[in-house]
């Protein structure tokens, strides 16, 4: 699966799932990059069959859902859709 890397301050693994024509995927990861922070992200709507595939049973892990953006911290957490406080506070800015 290709996962692409944005540079910034560590908090962290972070990864976000997004379409690439998604509004409030792009909005949470212009979010990300306003805070500085560092993360990965995953366009799964422009990978592979193969990994596209892949990225989806990933998402399902944490979101049942299947919704974008979804974005995993530390493969523990989860924050589904666009929230600036919540990914704020998981990050404790």
Known sequence: MKVNHVEGTDKGNLLIYTLSTCIWCKKTK???????VGYDFVEVDAASEEDREAALTEIKR???????????VNDKQCIVGYDEAKIKGVLGL
Request: one cysteine or more.
């Open 30 to 36: 212009a979010f990300l990059d306003s805070l500085g």
């Open 62 to 72: 944490f979101n049942p859902q299947c919704s974008f953006p979804t974005l995993v």
